[in-house]
């Protein structure tokens, strides 16, 4: 992965992390907080032996076909956070008006969680030498 996404990624683990913790101590259960825990500890050593993260690796541009990939890959993100948008509004507007509340935490938490299953998902691409 490259610096700014090993950044990103930083950035977005610490994120869930709070929100782990933010969780538990506002409604404490131990078993949801080890296996939160256990879960994002396992994403990131995984991460670790795939791409070798936290250390970001400076790639240099082989030909021609890569370096149009970064604007493939915004096109992709920018859709795929559109359709979570969608889908939080589809299930808003899916519950019936009376019992019907907005959750500031359950909007932002697969905002979260869905760079970190992209950005390698994205680098794994990359370096694929696929046409896209």
Same mark, same amino acid.
């Given at each position: 992965?490259?610096?700014?996404? *090993?950044?990103?990624?930083?950035?977005?683990?610490?994120?869930?992390?709070?929100?782990?913790?933010?969780?538990?101590?506002?409604?404490?259960?131990?078993?949801?907080?080890? @296996?939160?825990?256990?879960? @994002?500890?396992?994403?990131?050593?995984?991460?670790?032996?795939?791409?070798?993260?936290?250390?970001?690796?400076?790639?240099?541009? %082989?030909?021609?076909?890569?370096?149009?990939?970064?604007?493939?890959?915004?096109?992709?993100?920018?859709?795929?956070?559109?359709?979570?948008?969608?889908?939080?509004?589809?299930?808003?507007?899916? *519950?019936?008006?009376? *019992?019907?509340?907005?959750?500031?935490?359950?909007?932002? %938490?697969?905002?979260?969680?869905?760079?970190?299953?992209?950005?390698?998902?994205?680098?794994?691409?990359?370096?694929?030498?696929?046409?896209?």
């Amino acid at each position: 992965m490259n610096p700014a996404e *090993t950044a990103v990624m930083g950035l977005l683990s610490c994120l869930v992390l709070v929100s782990i913790v933010w969780g538990h101590v506002r409604s404490p259960r131990w078993p949801t907080l080890v @296996l939160s825990l256990v879960g @994002l500890f396992l994403y990131l050593f995984l991460l670790r032996l795939l791409f070798g993260f936290p250390v970001p690796h400076v790639q240099v541009v %082989k030909s021609s076909t890569q370096s149009n990939f970064l604007p493939v890959a915004a096109a992709m993100f920018v859709f795929m956070v559109l359709g979570m948008v969608a889908e939080s509004f589809y299930h808003y507007f899916d *519950t019936p008006a009376q *019992t019907r509340r907005f959750d500031l935490g359950t909007f932002v %938490k697969p905002f979260l969680v869905s760079p970190l299953v992209f950005m390698p998902s994205s680098a794994s691409l990359e370096n694929a030498n696929l046409d896209l």
